[in-house]
Every structure is written in C-alpha cells, then in structure tokens.
Nanobody
Framework: QVQLMQSGGGSVQAGGSLSLSCVVS????????VGWFRQVPGKAREGVAS????????YYASSVKGRFAISHVNTNNTVILQMNDLTPEDTAMYYC?????????????????WSQGTQVTVSL
C-alpha cells in the first residue's frame, strides 16, 4: 500500500522560508516521480515542482523557479521542497504526489498517490 506522509509548512512572513517533506513508502518501482502541487479555493491544482527519483531530473513551475528547490533523499525515499523568498501568492494548500508513469509532470491526473496536504500561509 503506497503512502505519502507529508510534514512541514505553516505560516511565515513574506520573504521568509519554509520546507515541506514527503516520505513515500510502499511504492514498488523505485524509479518514480514525486511532485509537489498547490491549490487555493476556487482554483485548479497547480504543479509546483517534481523530481524523478532515478535520474534526479527536476522540474519547476516558472512562478517558483529560482526560489524553490526540490530534492530527494534515497535512504528513506523522502522528497523535500525548500521554499525561499516566499510571497503571499504562494499561500495555498500544498500536496505531494507520486507517479510511476511518465507524462507531463505538472498534470495532477498523472499522479495516482497523494498526501493529505498541508497549509502554507505567507503574510505581508
């Protein structure tokens, strides 16, 4: 049974930093994508970043490139999203997701497994 346990997030002032962690367990194919998505009420879920665990190829949305960094820790299959220089526009519910198939990295329907989500709030 695949499980994604997410931690981190919270509230911070603009310009601050937060990190999110996602531990992926139970996934048989060690070569898989782990992505971070975010969603605000009334809007579609948006791809933020993704990493392919085999090659460490990384993908970022243009809105976060240069500010966010995604990384993978092999030992416990943890994916970390480091978020720097946060702005109020980054306020959203953040989710991690895992996929064993290739496809557009930012499409939520490419991912079969999801975490419970955590709120990130950035204030002025």
């Amino acid at each position: 049974q695949v499980q994604l346990m997410q931690s981190g997030g919270g509230s911070v002032q603009a310009g601050g930093s937060l990190s999110l962690s996602c531990v992926v367990s139970g996934i048989r194919d060690l070569r898989h994508y782990v992505g971070w998505f975010r969603q605000v009420p009334g809007k579609a879920r948006e791809g933020v970043a993704s990493i392919y665990t085999d090659t460490r190829d990384k993908y970022y949305a243009s809105s976060v490139k240069g500010r966010f960094a995604i990384s993978h820790v092999n030992t416990n299959n943890t994916v970390i999203l480091q978020m720097n220089d946060l702005t109020p526009e980054d306020t959203a519910m953040y989710y991690c997701a895992a996929s064993t198939r290739s496809g557009p990295w930012a499409r939520p329907d490419n991912y079969a497994y999801w975490s419970q989500g955590t709120q990130v709030t950035v204030s002025l």
